[in-house]
């Protein structure tokens, strides 16, 4: 009986041993069958536009938004109170220095004047008598006093009058433009009531922009800005004429004033405009497009292109430092070198060691006044402009 089972115990194991090994050598054809297949095929390959990566002249700038103030800019008020009898306050009317704006009623201080100008006639004949008689001793000193006090004080009225009077008739204090009025004769206006604004009309204007004290500490007076105004007209050179001696507490920035020139032309006072602040001295910079660069966990990078060993074109995945986006150009600080090809378009479906095809077409970057082109051999990007 224990023979018996023996027999059958050894029968069952050679059976699964024999299955056992069949199952092996199946599953190993298999494999190899999948590796002769998958060796076949041919290694996957992705197609991106490719650029040259260039060194153009770089100015570092940063940008602020400022606004064009006036050289000389008042709001008219009046001094003394009193009925509007004459207006010629036309607004954007350019006026010269001296023309009269608004003229107040004054036929009462016309009429006090011709009495206080006839009162100090008399004192004038009655102070030239008593010196007469003062030197004949018909009066005393004290007389002679009295009659050169009274003349004093009746020459003084007159002027007080005349004064009242000048301080009714307001004047342009210099050559401007006049703003929006609300003014009209028959109206009576308080001590103090606003006229009109006057923004003065000169060669040169100032705009006022604010920047970080760190810029701030780097500039100085005489240094150029350039200025923008919103119909885009071009850049308007200006002269750093003042910074501000304190950094504003809440903000951490600094106000400083440049001076434009020749104003004429130019932005009105109170808009708004768009200033390109030097940060650093001029240089050579190395420039991509924009879409170059990809945004990761690790920060910017981009994908260098280079051949293997085999002369294949594959993907190398570098990180950069960038240092502004100038329009649809990336100025890199950090990690890559003027001459090196980097993906462009399509630069998102890449990754580290990657195979590569080079598309035939070409994109041009511009940004700036001026542009040039410049073609790799293998019909590739060029990045043009001047920054």
Do not use: C
């Not at 009058?161 to 009714?168: D, L």
């Amino acid at each position: 009986m224990i023979h018996r089972n023996l027999i059958r115990s050894a029968v069952l194991i050679a059976a699964i041993v024999t299955a056992g090994g069949a199952l092996a050598a199946w599953k190993h054809a298999s494999l190899q069958e999948s590796a002769a297949a998958s060796a076949n095929q041919p290694e996957p390959m992705e197609v991106v536009a490719a650029v040259v990566a260039q060194e153009r002249d770089h100015s570092p700038t940063t940008t602020s938004i400022g606004t064009v103030v006036a050289t000389r800019s008042i709001t008219l008020r009046n001094e003394v109170p009193g009925t509007v009898h004459r207006v010629k306050l036309t607004p954007g009317q350019i006026v010269d220095t001296g023309t009269v704006l608004v003229a107040l009623d004054v036929s009462v201080e016309q009429a006090e004047l011709q009495a206080q100008q006839a009162q100090a006639e008399l004192a004038r004949t009655l102070f030239a008598r008593m010196e007469r008689m003062n030197q004949h001793g018909a009066a005393s000193e004290i007389e002679l006093d009295n009659a050169r006090a009274e003349r004093d004080v009746a020459l003084a009225q007159v002027e007080r009058t005349r004064a009242i009077i000048a301080r009714k008739t307001i004047r342009a204090p210099f050559r401007a433009r006049v703003g929006i009025s609300d003014v009209h004769p028959g109206q009576y206006l308080n001590e103090g009531s606003v006229l009109t604004t006057l923004q003065g009309v000169d060669q040169s204007a100032y705009v006022d922009f604010t920047v970080a004290q760190q810029v701030a500490a780097g500039l100085k007076a005489g240094s150029n800005v350039d200025i923008f105004a919103a119909n885009d007209a071009g850049a308007i050179r200006a002269a750093i004429v003042a910074i501000d001696a304190r950094v504003d507490a809440s903000t951490r920035n600094a106000t400083v004033r440049a001076q434009i020139r020749n104003a004429e032309q130019g932005p009105l006072p109170g808009a708004s405009v768009r200033v390109q602040v030097p940060i650093a001295a001029p240089g050579k910079a190395v420039t991509i497009p924009a879409s170059a660069v990809r945004k990761g966990p690790g920060g910017d990078h981009v994908f260098v292109l280079r051949e293997d060993e085999q002369g294949k074109t594959r993907a190398h995945e570098r990180a950069v430092r960038v240092s502004t986006l100038a329009g649809d150009v990336a100025i890199i600080e950090k990690g890559l070198s003027a001459g090196e090809k980097v993906a462009a378009s399509g630069s998102f479906k890449l990754r580290e060691a990657v195979l590569v095809a080079v598309s035939n077409a070409s994109t041009t970057v511009a940004s700036g006044p001026e542009t040039a082109q410049a073609k790799d051999a293998q019909s590739t990007t060029s990045v043009t402009g001047t920054f």
